[in-house]
């Protein structure tokens, strides 16, 4: 059901800047119909915090919460970045776009994570919370690249409540910013 933005209406509704500056000409018109100029609304309740809960029995199941899909504020921090957003989705596309046989090559000129780096980072994480792990804990050198790593951090990720598939991108791209 549509209804007449009226003046009154707007100010109930804090919509006052919707309405016209001068009041449209009425026209002889059918009670039905919307003329030129007017301006009309349709609501709808989404919540009514004055409906009665219903009884426990029959409750409806609880939400499921939704999933976090941005860094936490505190691990962003004043500090600024080494390099920025811009550069390090380039880096992480380039890389992307490197051939199976480059990435072979990088694996057998020891360009991956060794196993005291991966010790060295194991340690690190330990009796963390699962955000400080992601956020504040940076990954071994040459993690980014490292599958092993990156199954880490998706399955960190999910058990700290983010949306895997977004935060994964911006956990690299993150590190990335911070210069690994």
Same mark, same amino acid.
């Given at each position: 059901m549509l209804l007449p933005l009226t003046p009154p209406l707007a100010g109930r509704l804090g919509i006052q800047a919707l309405l016209p500056r001068q009041k449209p000409a009425a026209a002889s018109r059918e009670a039905d119909t919307i003329g030129a100029g007017e301006r009309v609304v349709r609501l709808v309740l989404v919540d009514d915090p004055t409906a009665a809960l219903p009884p426990p029995e029959t409750a409806a199941p609880a939400r499921t919460p939704s999933l976090k899909t941005a860094i936490p504020e505190r691990f962003i921090g004043p500090w600024p970045f080494i390099v920025s957003r811009e550069q390090a989705v380039c880096d992480l596309?380039?890389?992307?776009?490197? $051939? !199976?046989?480059? !990435?072979?090559?990088?694996?057998?000129?020891?360009? #991956?994570? $060794? =196993?005291?780096?991966?010790?060295?980072? +194991?340690?690190?994480?330990?009796?963390? $919370?699962? /955000? /400080? +792990?992601?956020?504040?804990?940076?990954?071994? !050198?040459? =993690?980014? $690249? /490292? *599958? *092993?790593?990156?199954?880490?951090? !998706?399955? #960190?990720?999910? @058990?700290?409540?983010?949306?895997? @598939? #977004?935060m994964l991108l911006e956990w690299e791209i993150f590190w990335r910013r911070r210069g690994l």
């Open positions: 596309n380039r890389d992307r776009a490197r $051939s !199976r046989l480059d !990435r072979m090559l990088d694996r057998l000129r020891r360009e #991956t994570v $060794s =196993g005291r780096d991966r010790r060295r980072w +194991q340690r690190a994480l330990e009796g963390k $919370s699962l /955000d /400080d +792990q992601v956020w504040a804990v940076p990954p071994p !050198r040459h =993690g980014l $690249s /490292d *599958a *092993a790593v990156h199954a880490w951090a !998706r399955r #960190t990720l999910e @058990a700290g409540g983010y949306e895997a @598939a #977004t």
